[in-house]
């Protein structure tokens, strides 16, 4: 039997077009130990649902080597993703899928609004993570977003009328903090900025 697979990370690439943002989820993961091994080359399949527990058949098989890539979600949706080994020289093929991770892609563009924030990086202070964005002209104010460590959800953090914020919650040393923000006003809200990811050491 193949032991399963556990899913270590995700994270989102967020590319700028002209008339609507596009999202790339990267997925990586660890392999387990086939035992007996497997005598011939060990690949993955992918599964993605919209509920929890709710992957039925893989959006992806055959991978070879730990990561991937999902480039077909959509702005605002909530996603489900396991993995499993696949070793075709055993009698059962498959392995039991690994651990369950989630993932909010951010709420898209609202007509009208402003322009997205630009420059976005983050520091880590001994007050916590220091964020900085550029100024968007005409912007009522900045909404900043941050994800629940290790999963990637999404959740409003605070608004802010200046570009720069100070996560003073964002302090456990080797733990990975990431946000992004929108910018606002009377018209409505912009897309989301790039991601910013501090490491606290």
Same mark, same amino acid.
């Given at each position: 039997?193949?032991?399963?697979?556990?899913?270590?990370?995700?994270?989102?690439?967020?590319?700028?077009?002209?008339?609507?943002?596009?999202?790339?989820? /990267?997925?990586? #993961?660890?392999?387990?130990?086939?035992?007996?091994?497997?005598?011939?080359?060990?690949?993955?399949?992918?599964?993605?649902?919209?509920?929890?527990?709710?992957?039925?058949?893989?959006?992806?098989?055959?991978?070879? $080597?730990?990561?991937?890539?999902?480039?077909?979600?959509?702005?605002?949706?909530?996603?489900?993703?396991?993995?499993? /080994?696949?070793?075709?020289?055993?009698?059962?093929?498959?392995?039991?899928?690994?651990?369950?991770?989630?993932?909010?892609?951010?709420?898209?563009?609202?007509?009208?609004?402003?322009?997205?924030?630009?420059?976005?990086?983050?520091?880590?202070?001994?007050? $916590?993570?220091?964020? /900085? #964005?550029?100024? %968007?002209?005409?912007?009522?104010?900045?909404?900043?977003?941050?994800?629940?460590? $290790?999963?990637?959800?999404?959740?409003?953090?605070?608004?802010?009328?200046?570009?720069?914020?100070?996560?003073?919650?964002?302090?456990?040393? $080797?733990?990975?903090?990431? #946000?992004?923000?929108?910018?606002?006003?009377?018209?409505?809200?912009? /897309?989301?900025?790039? %991601?910013?990811? %501090?490491?606290?050491?």
């Amino acid at each position: 039997m193949v032991k399963t697979l556990l899913l270590l990370a995700l994270s989102i690439e967020l590319s700028l077009g002209a008339a609507a943002q596009s999202f790339t989820v /990267n997925l990586q #993961w660890a392999n387990g130990v086939p035992s007996p091994p497997c005598t011939v080359p060990l690949t993955t399949n992918l599964y993605r649902s919209t509920v929890a527990g709710g992957q039925t058949s893989p959006i992806k098989t055959g991978i070879i $080597g730990t990561t991937t890539t999902d480039a077909t979600t959509s702005d605002g949706g909530t996603y489900f993703y396991k993995v499993s /080994n696949v070793c075709t020289s055993y009698a059962t093929p498959e392995s039991a899928k690994g651990n369950e991770i989630m993932l909010v892609i951010p709420p898209g563009k609202t007509p009208g609004s402003p322009p997205v924030p630009t420059g976005l990086n983050g520091t880590s202070t001994v007050l $916590g993570a220091q964020l /900085n #964005w550029d100024a %968007v002209p005409n912007v009522k104010e900045y909404h900043v977003f941050t994800s629940t460590p $290790g999963r990637r959800q999404w959740h409003f953090e605070v608004a802010t009328t200046k570009p720069n914020f100070l996560d003073k919650s964002a302090k456990l040393s $080797g733990q990975s903090y990431a #946000w992004f923000v929108s910018s606002s006003n009377s018209q409505g809200e912009s /897309n989301p900025s790039l %991601v910013a990811v %501090v490491t606290p050491k």
